[in-house]
């Protein structure tokens, strides 16, 4: 089946110590998003690629990086974490420019300790 | 600003029908999108609207009305595992951005 994947599912760091979450997808889709989600909060959008085009939200922090190497793979680079980046990480998918259907994949929780 | 008004919980019965409302005020609108996310999951694909109108996929309905700012998601004949966050999401410009309202809480009861 064609899906989005992301590795690990449960990730935990060191405050401080750089972390890497990775997205791939087998949909073919040229849009990837990043997106943080805190527990009973709306998902906050990271960044989107549309192919190698890279967007990213004004309100991000500069500790968050991303990398699209292809179209199927998308990376999430967390500098130095902080206890406030600790979080569900949300990588998505659309096949249109207009975003109106993404999906998703099943997240990557992230804790910092 | 941007912002997307959805109450915080509703709560029905099995069997009943269910409407979470959606207001927004964005400084542009191109399309209404709803999602379902299980506690845990990912967030699911439910339904867009760009046009004034119902829109009808199963048991769910999406409606929009673009002069009132205002949409809606109509869940008819509840199960038990509809129980879950529900969001309505705002295409504000040309590009491939969702801007996110905060999320309705379903519980459905016996």
């Known amino acids: 089946d064609a899906m989005v994947i992301q590795n690990p599912r449960y990730q935990v760091t060191q405050f401080g110590k750089p972390v890497t979450l990775s997205c791939s997808q087998t949909l073919n889709h040229n849009v990837m998003y990043w997106y943080q989600q805190k527990s009973s909060q709306a998902p906050k959008l990271l960044f989107h690629y549309y192919d190698k085009d890279f967007n990213n939200e004004a309100d991000t922090p500069d500790n968050f990086q991303s990398r699209r190497p292809n179209t199927s793979f998308c990376f999430l680079d967390i500098r130095s974490p902080g206890l406030g980046d600790a979080a569900m990480y949300l990588c998505?998918?659309?096949?249109?420019?207009?975003?109106?259907?993404?999906?998703f994949g099943p997240g990557t929780r992230l804790t910092v300790t | 600003g941007q912002s997307l008004e959805q109450p915080s919980e509703v709560t029905a019965v099995e069997g009943a029908i269910v409407q979470i409302n959606c207001t927004y005020q964005t400084s542009g609108f191109y399309g209404l999108s709803w999602y379902q996310q299980h506690d845990g999951g990912a967030p699911t694909f439910l339904s867009y609207n760009a046009l004034d109108g119902l829109e009808e996929t199963g048991r769910f309905s999406s409606f929009l009305s673009r002069s009132d700012s205002y949409g809606y998601l109509l869940l008819q004949e509840l199960q038990m595992k509809d129980s879950a966050s529900y969001f309505c999401?705002?295409?504000?410009?040309?590009?491939?951005?969702?801007?996110f309202g905060q999320g309705t809480e379903l519980s459905v009861k016996p």
């Open positions: 998505a998918t659309s096949s249109s420019r207009d975003g109106a259907e993404q999906y």
């Open positions: 999401a705002v295409r504000d410009d040309q590009g491939g951005k969702l801007i």
